[in-house]
């Protein structure tokens, strides 16, 4: 198996660069589905545990119990037969070969496109601790940055136009909305915009204003730059407006520095509520320093979606975010909104 991923990558790769058009299916599978390739036994027993506890442990900032991935075990000789598994989107194998010195590959679109393939071969599974210890946070971050790219690709292909070119015009920077998405409200240094249906409720506010200081960055900072942008958003009952949850210590909002699209930035996770009435659901913030424009811009996605699952759809709006990018040259004086 070990040889042919290698030899599948390094075909798919030349071919790709020799014709610069697509060459490969299109990869299938669930949103956030890890297909996990290793005989049964293994994944029954301490190898299948180590990955479950991280790859499907608990997402944070949900106000509802879901993993971050789904997994599903595909013994070796099944996912070799079948070209609808070596096209999953996401795969992560370990193969187990006595005296084998311990080693980690990574494929992009080996079999498919987008497509991660993770792939471990380790002596005993002592040895795929210590290397799946090292490499788990690579694998995670290689799964999410598919997870977006497929996202944007699907988004683009039906984008809302009217609301990315407002975007650039008014504001100077692009983000790719699907259609269904329009502005709320806007004004000089701010926008709401948002998706409603009979289901669920999506949204993205921003702000823009000038960088000051570092400090900025700290997360009580940015809690409460966060909620003073939530208080132009109101609620459905007089005098209610979204708020950040703070009360409670488990619900917690957690921040960490990132890279978003090659800008510094810190996302933060937690659960928004209303004040004043009893909405609330999950958001994901993001502080991004636009150092060309000498200006910080802050992304929060929310999503209202009640007694339902939650995770893929707020992965949405993250892909949405992730795709963040300033034009060429901005105005100092932005337009006024329109």
Not at 149 to 168: P, Y
Not at 206 to 216: A, G, K, Q
Not at 288 to 309: C, F, G
């Amino acid at each position: 198996m070990r040889r042919i991923l290698l030899f599948l990558s390094a075909v798919m790769t030349v071919t790709a660069c020799k014709y610069d058009v697509p060459v490969l299916p299109g990869s299938g599978g669930k949103t956030c589905e890890v297909i996990v390739v290793t005989p049964k036994n293994h994944w029954d027993g301490h190898t299948g545990k180590r990955i479950r506890a991280f790859l499907g442990r608990i997402q944070p900032g949900l106000n509802q119990p879901e993993p971050c991935f789904d997994l599903v075990n595909i013994p070796p000789r099944q996912f070799n037969e079948s070209d609808m598994f070596r096209r999953h989107r996401n795969v992560l194998a370990v193969e187990f070969v006595p005296g084998e010195k311990p080693e980690f590959e990574m494929f992009q679109d080996a079999w498919a496109f987008p497509q991660v393939v993770a792939k471990f071969t380790v002596p005993d599974e002592k040895a795929f601790d210590s290397l799946f210890d090292l490499k788990k946070e690579r694998i995670e971050a290689a799964l999410y940055a598919k997870e977006y790219q497929r996202i944007q690709k699907v988004f683009k292909a039906g984008q809302a136009v009217d609301v990315s070119e407002r975007l650039q015009a008014s504001y100077g920077f692009n983000l790719v909305f699907p259609d269904g998405f329009e502005f709320a409200d806007a004004a000089a240094d701010f926008g709401w915009i948002r998706k409603e249906s009979k289901d669920f409720g999506q949204g993205i506010l921003f702000s823009i204003r000038p960088y000051e200081n570092v400090d900025e960055f700290k997360t009580e900072n940015i809690i409460a730059a966060r909620n003073n942008l939530c208080r132009r958003i109101p609620g459905p009952a007089e005098g209610s407006y979204m708020a950040t949850e703070t009360s409670e210590p488990e619900y917690a909002p957690v921040s960490r520095p990132i890279s978003l699209n090659g800008y510094y930035a810190v996302e933060t996770r937690g659960l928004w509520r209303l004040e004043g009435d009893f909405m609330g659901g999950p958001f994901v913030n993001y502080l991004i320093a636009d150092t060309a424009n000498n200006r910080l811009v802050m992304l929060d996605t929310y999503l209202y979606s009640p007694r339902k699952p939650k995770r893929d759809l707020l992965l949405q709006l993250e892909g949405i975010a992730r795709g963040f990018s300033t034009t060429p040259k901005t105005n100092p004086e932005q337009q006024k909104a329109q």
